[in-house]
């Protein structure tokens, strides 16, 4: 902790001792008091209830539940959708399975309504039409006097999903929609973004919120309040009671990028098992949580009821200290650098630097056989530099709240070696870069500026829809605008050739919009060592 924190935590520690001796007693104050309700068997059962949302006028839980005998894939479905009405008496009535054609054999999921509720946004296992099921992304089903429509795909620009979790919400407002994925950008495992909603019906490209929500670890299901400006989620990354806790936090401006430090809900909400899916509705009534503490591993649906009561108030005096002792955690980070293929250990340097240099110390150290050990401070972000002679340089952004341990793999730089750039991605037809591509561009400078006699080839590719001529000069001015910006950060341009492909290596199919964009790709190929 910096000079300046220990400062401040002093004046704060005297303030509190000041404010104890003037306000020695106070008369009675009110407390609120968190009551948290298990919905019952009509709403949860003995499988998996997850990703509660309430329809807009709030008479309607939709959620997940998964491995049912009556889902539509039976014991082996990974989730379908549910849903259970509140009747006269303010009771959840016995829940249904929606049928089709929301559910399928594949995961099925609600994320959120339009405010009319005339769309209802699902996880998305189709494009197109329902015959073509995919595993990642969102569909749009439409309300008409028939029912629900068939899914339909939704354009999200440059979407795109690593991990098999995916959760995520609109906005009561419908103009924002959250998502926890592994995707550009990230810090380490899902992360939490937002897209907002264009005036055409599709969605901006995903917008990270930073370090201050994101850890290495895992941010999940992300709901936002009616106003927009208070952020709920699940992580494993900020400390807490359990496996996962609800955190919450304060949006500080119009920039989405900018957000308080996320404060624990506190054991009223968190338990030892898991959390998560916490949201309040738009009209201020009950939260409502998913836990898997006495569920035997699986979530129920709880009821969270804030209760204000009376309480008489004694403020007990705080004996006057002239020096506050400061502990600093720190947790064991370990394992080993090896080489892809052959998983040969490699000699290696790693430095681990803090975000905010006050925060911790620079930690640098050098392996001989492959294995580290370090000690870094508790939740500190670092990035984690990895170089080994001859290898691929290597980044990662981590933050530890327990020890951990993690291997890493580095490509061997030999004639012939091609590497994709897959953070390389370009504004749709036109040359225009999108932000999350300079951070790779510039492991290819380091690279460069460490293995000084090492050339290589810049080759552009796009997909083959539209006319291929057109495609070939789009494909070279992209690798020109790549060449361009590594000459600009100090690499001769002598050591970098420029070649056009256009659309005939493709590496996927092109017959979706999903396997198109990797064809859409920037990559190189090492020429001289």
Same mark, same amino acid.
Not at 183 to 194: C, H, K, Q, R
Not at 414 to 440: M, P
């Given at each position: 902790m910096g000079k300046l924190s220990k400062y401040l935590t002093k004046i704060v520690y005297i303030f509190l001792v000041i404010l104890s001796v003037g306000l020695g007693s106070l008369g009675a104050q009110e407390r609120e008091q968190v009551l948290r309700e298990n919905l019952g068997p009509n709403v949860n059962s003995t499988y998996d209830e997850q990703n509660p949302v309430l329809s807009p006028d709030g008479k309607t839980m939709y959620y997940t539940r998964v491995n049912h005998p009556n889902n539509k894939g039976g014991i082996n479905d990974k989730g379908d959708i549910w849903f259970t009405r509140l009747d006269l008496s303010g009771n959840w009535t016995l829940a249904q399975n929606l049928g089709r054609p929301l559910n399928d054999r594949f995961i099925n999921g609600i994320i959120g309504f339009s405010p009319d509720g005339k769309l209802m946004y699902l996880r998305n296992n189709y494009i197109n039409d329902h015959r073509n099921p995919i595993q990642q992304g969102v569909s749009v089903s439409r309300k008409s006097s028939d029912g629900w429509s068939y899914p339909e795909n939704v354009k999200i620009k440059y979407f795109m999903n690593k991990s098999e979790e995916q959760s995520m919400s609109i906005s009561p407002d419908g103009m924002a929609m959250l998502m926890s =994925?592994? +995707?550009?950008?990230?810090?380490?495992?899902?992360? =939490?973004?937002?897209s907002f909603l264009n005036g055409d019906g599709s969605w901006t490209e995903p917008l990270n919120l930073g370090s201050t929500i994101n850890t290495a670890y895992h941010e999940m299901t992300p709901t936002i309040t009616a106003d927009n400006s208070t952020l709920y989620f699940s992580s494993n990354g900020h400390g807490g009671f359990g496996s996962k806790d609800i955190f919450k936090s304060q949006r500080l401006d119009d920039t989405w990028k900018k957000w308080s430090a996320p404060e624990n809900l506190g054991p009223a909400i968190n338990t030892e098992g898991m959390e998560l899916s916490y949201f309040e509705p738009a009209d201020g009534g009950n939260a409502f949580v998913v836990s898997t503490q006495n569920s035997d591993g699986y979530g129920d649906i709880n009821k969270i009821k804030i209760v204000q009561e009376e309480e008489e108030e004694v403020v007990e005096e705080l004996p006057v200290a002239t020096e506050i002792e400061e502990k600093v955690l720190s947790h064991t980070f370990q394992g080993n650098i090896l080489e892809q293929e052959t998983n040969k250990r490699l000699e290696a340097i790693l430095t681990f630097t803090p975000r905010q240099p006050n925060e911790a110390e620079v930690v640098k150290l050098e392996t001989s056989n492959g294995f580290f050990k370090? *000690?870094?401070?508790?939740? !500190? #972000?670092?990035?984690?530099? =990895? *170089? +080994?002679?001859?290898?691929?340089?290597?980044? *990662?952004? #981590? +933050?530890?709240?327990? @020890? &951990?341990?993690?291997?890493?793999?580095?490509? @061997?730089?030999? !004639?012939?070696?091609?590497?994709?750039?897959?953070?390389?991605? &370009?504004?749709? /037809?036109?040359?225009?870069?999108?932000? +999350? /591509?300079?951070?790779?561009?510039?492991?290819? !400078?380091?690279m460069m500026q460490q293995n000084t006699n090492m050339e290589i080839e810049l080759g552009g590719h796009t997909d083959n829809r539209g006319n291929a001529r057109l495609n070939y000069i789009l494909s070279d001015d992209r690798v020109k605008k790549v060449k361009s910006y590594l000459v600009e950060q100090g690499i001769s341009a002598d050591r970098i050739i420029g070649k056009a492909y256009g659309g005939t290596k493709p590496v996927s199919s092109n017959n979706t919009e999903e396997t198109r964009r990797l064809n859409r790709r920037v990559e190189f190929t090492i020429l001289k060592e």
């Open positions: =994925i592994e +995707s550009y950008g990230t810090y380490g495992l899902e992360d =939490i973004y937002v370090v *000690e870094l401070a508790d939740k !500190v #972000i670092y990035t984690m530099d =990895i *170089e +080994s002679l001859g290898h691929l340089y290597d980044e *990662e952004r #981590i +933050s530890l709240v327990a @020890p &951990f341990r993690k291997d890493y793999w580095l490509l @061997p730089l030999v !004639v012939g070696t091609t590497v994709k750039l897959k953070n390389v991605l &370009f504004e749709t /037809a036109t040359i225009i870069l999108v932000d +999350s /591509a300079y951070q790779e561009l510039d492991l290819v !400078v380091r």
